[in-house]
């Protein structure tokens, strides 16, 4: 039996892995088998700063390329090998609805975020959420993950999303020329970037309330340093002739 080489860690002098490490091409090959399993990736990246370091360099970059192959491309497509904010924050927006709760974003209502099975990222829909000026950058937005009956607020939706190529934006020029203002204690639940608020710099179309199907003044939402987009809506509820046709 041939035993592969182990390397020991040397990222933490208070690391538990005293004995070393696989190589990083048996675990891979390991992820590889297990269809990139983000829990586990997640479950992995606890263990030792060096399980975390290798997550966020491969893991986490193959699961973002098996989940959704022809956005990552287009992200990278630029020539980078990276992308905005790391893979581990852009492998956490693909999966992960950020919710709201007391003293965060958005207080209208208490939704704890949670994991989302399977989600639809749209560089088309990208568009609507864009300034006329702005709409030669490339946006992909998730449709809304409703939370219905949510008492007043009726239904409420939320969404994020992320930019390619943010820093040569022109919705990240436009933000800096209009001296918009950062959160003064909220970041971004992906990447831990302070936040824009793109309804404060009146820099919210109307397009965007006709592309979620929501109500055009209960719209709102923030994109971080890296370019990672979160946001919240209240939903117009389908009436009854509507919801009668839809199947069709």
């Given at each position: 039996?041939?035993?592969?080489?182990q390397?020991r860690?040397?990222?933490?002098?208070?690391?538990?892995?005293?004995?070393?490490h696989?190589?990083?091409?048996?675990?891979?090959?390991?992820?590889?088998?297990?269809?990139?399993?983000p829990?586990?990736?997640a479950?992995?990246?606890?263990?030792?700063?060096?399980f975390?370091?290798?997550?966020k360099r491969?893991?986490?970059?193959?699961f973002?390329?098996?989940?959704?192959?022809?956005?990552?491309?287009?992200?990278?497509?630029s020539?980078?090998?990276?992308?905005?904010?790391?893979?581990?924050?852009?492998?956490?927006?693909?999966?992960?609805?950020?919710g709201?709760?007391?003293?965060?974003l958005?207080?209208?209502?208490?939704?704890p975020?949670?994991f989302?099975?399977?989600?639809?990222?749209?560089?088309?829909?990208?568009?609507?959420?864009?300034?006329?000026?702005?709409?030669?950058?490339?946006?992909y937005?998730?449709?809304?993950?409703?939370?219905?009956d949510?008492?007043?607020?009726?239904d409420?939706?939320?969404?994020?999303?992320?930019?390619?190529?943010?820093?040569?934006?022109?919705?990240r020029k436009?933000?800096?020329?209009?001296?918009?203002?950062?959160?003064?204690?909220?970041v971004?639940?992906y990447?831990?970037?302070?936040?824009?608020?793109?309804?404060?710099?009146?820099m919210?179309p109307?397009?965007a309330?006709?592309?979620?199907?929501?109500?055009?003044?209960?719209?709102?939402?923030?994109?971080?340093?890296?370019?990672?987009?979160?946001?919240?809506?209240?939903?117009?509820?389908?009436?009854?002739s509507?919801?009668a046709?839809?199947p069709?």
């Open positions: 039996m041939i035993l592969t080489k390397y860690c040397i990222h933490s002098s208070s690391c538990q892995c005293t004995k070393g696989l190589s990083e091409d048996v675990i891979f090959l390991v992820f590889q088998q297990l269809n990139w399993n829990k586990l990736i479950t992995l990246s606890c263990v030792c700063k060096w975390d370091d290798l997550s491969v893991l986490w970059k193959e973002c390329k098996t989940r959704a192959p022809k956005m990552m491309l287009d992200l990278q497509s020539g980078s090998h990276s992308v905005d904010g790391n893979w581990r924050a852009l492998g956490k927006l693909l999966i992960y609805c950020s709201c709760s007391a003293g965060r958005f207080n209208r209502v208490q939704i975020g949670h989302v099975y399977r989600t639809r990222f749209s560089r088309t829909s990208g568009k609507s959420f864009l300034l006329p000026q702005c709409r030669t950058d490339i946006l937005v998730s449709d809304p993950c409703e939370h219905l949510q008492g007043e607020e009726g409420v939706g939320f969404f994020r999303g992320v930019f390619k190529s943010f820093l040569v934006s022109k919705v436009m933000l800096i020329d209009r001296e918009a203002k950062l959160h003064p204690t909220a971004c639940p990447c831990k970037a302070k936040l824009w608020d793109m309804l404060q710099a009146k919210i109307q397009s309330s006709c592309r979620l199907g929501a109500y055009e003044d209960c719209i709102e939402y923030y994109v971080c340093l890296n370019g990672h987009m979160l946001g919240i809506c209240t939903l117009v509820p389908l009436s009854d509507e919801a046709s839809e069709e």
